[in-house]
């Protein structure tokens, strides 16, 4: 059984950055890639950033591109999420969840489709 479990939310100002750390339990080839989501309040989920199982790919969505960087720590027990020039858009709660084990090793999607476990979440909030 994969578990994820986040960390690192909190209340920010605008222009600062934070790293978020997505904790993952469970045997490295019971799951695939991990993604990084996160949902505002009256909004759908949106991917913001995925990092395959061999590390290899990595993928932003355009608006994404920049202030976003998703890297693994801790011999891959860690998935962090940089984001840098936090802004009141980025207010939104963020979820990391991992891919199923039937996906290859280099997969990696922004898209919900193909992610079978999900962390309960980090509130990060951008306000002055």
């Known amino acids: 059984q994969v578990q994820l479990v986040e960390s690192g939310g909190g209340l920010v100002q605008p222009g600062s950055s934070l790293r978020l750390s997505c904790a993952v339990s469970g045997i490295t080839w019971d799951y695939s890639a991990i993604g990084w989501f996160r949902q505002a309040p009256g909004k759908e989920r949106e991917g913001v950033a995925c990092i395959s199982n061999n590390s290899r790919v990595r993928k932003y969505p355009d608006s994404m591109k920049g202030r976003f960087n998703i890297f693994k720590a801790n011999g891959n027990k860690t998935v962090h999420l940089q984001i840098n020039g936090l802004g009141p858009g980025d207010t939104a709660l963020y979820t990391c969840?991992?891919?199923?084990?039937?996906?290859?090793?280099?997969?990696?999607?922004?898209?919900?489709?193909?992610?079978?476990?999900w962390g309960k979440g980090t509130q990060v909030t951008v306000a002055s």
């Open positions: 969840a991992a891919g199923s084990a039937l996906r290859a090793s280099d997969w990696c999607s922004t898209s919900t489709d193909g992610y079978a476990y």
